[in-house]
């Protein structure tokens, strides 16, 4: 994750500087174990290093999304578990668009699925898999950015033409999944 991470603070840094500080500094394993103790599972890896080196975002990061922090991901997950709109309760959420939908960890796989894919929770209408996992996510935002395919719009946010951040990364001659 910090190689992956790394190319993202480096375009910002040649691109966006200011976006810079939208990204909020890491928090320690302590933090991580609290919220895990909090939310009954244990984050992947690539989550946990995700983390100590960013707790979130302070705004939109990509697109419409923004990343929650722990204390946001705590609250969303509890909101939503409360409310019993999610497909299944193993889903955490990770990133929000502000609208009420949501790119979640699956923590617990089905057995034809990886532990950890990201699924986009849509509170209105179908949900579907986005990625095999926060790091390939994270991986092709920031292929994306290299490409150029990310610009800052007319308000100083990153957005793209295609809306790629929740775009499904899917494996050659594979279906989109479906909830």
């Given amino acids: 994750m910090q190689a992956i991470w790394g190319r993202i603070e480096?375009?910002?840094?040649?691109?966006?500087?200011?976006?810079?500080e939208n990204?909020?500094?890491?928090?320690?394993?302590?933090?991580?174990?609290?919220?895990?103790?909090?939310?009954?599972?244990m984050f992947p890896e690539d989550i946990r290093a995700s983390l100590?080196?960013?707790?979130?975002?302070?705004?939109?990061?990509?697109d419409i999304w923004s990343l929650l922090n722990i204390?946001?991901?705590?609250?969303?997950?509890?909101r939503l578990s409360s409310e019993n709109s999610l497909k299944r309760a193993?889903?955490?959420?990770?990133?929000?668009?502000?609208?009420?939908?949501?790119?979640?960890?699956?923590?617990?796989?089905?057995?034809?699925?990886?532990l950890g894919q990201i699924v986009h929770y849509d509170r209105e209408t179908v949900s579907i898999w986005v990625?095999?996992?926060?790091?390939?996510?994270?991986?092709?935002f920031a292929d994306h950015l290299e490409m150029g395919k990310y610009a800052l719009d007319e308000?100083?946010?990153?957005?793209?033409?295609?809306?790629?951040?929740?775009?499904?990364?899917l494996p050659p001659g594979s279906k989109l999944k479906y909830y």
Avoid: K
């Fill in 90 to 114: 193993s889903w955490i959420p990770l990133v929000r668009d502000g609208c009420g939908d949501f790119l979640c960890v699956d923590m617990q796989s089905e057995a034809d699925e990886p």
């Fill in 155 to 169: 308000i100083g946010r990153l957005h793209s033409q295609e809306l790629l951040f929740d775009r499904p990364q």
């Fill in 52 to 62: 100590r080196l960013h707790n979130g975002t302070i705004d939109n990061f990509a």
């Fill in 10 to 20: 480096a375009w910002l840094s040649n691109y966006a500087p200011e976006l810079l």
């Fill in 71 to 78: 204390d946001e991901i705590a609250e969303a997950q509890q």
């Fill in 131 to 140: 990625a095999s996992s926060f790091q390939a996510l994270l991986s092709a």
């Fill in 23 to 41: 990204l909020l500094p890491g928090v320690d394993d302590d933090d991580i174990q609290e919220i895990e103790a909090e939310l009954g599972y």
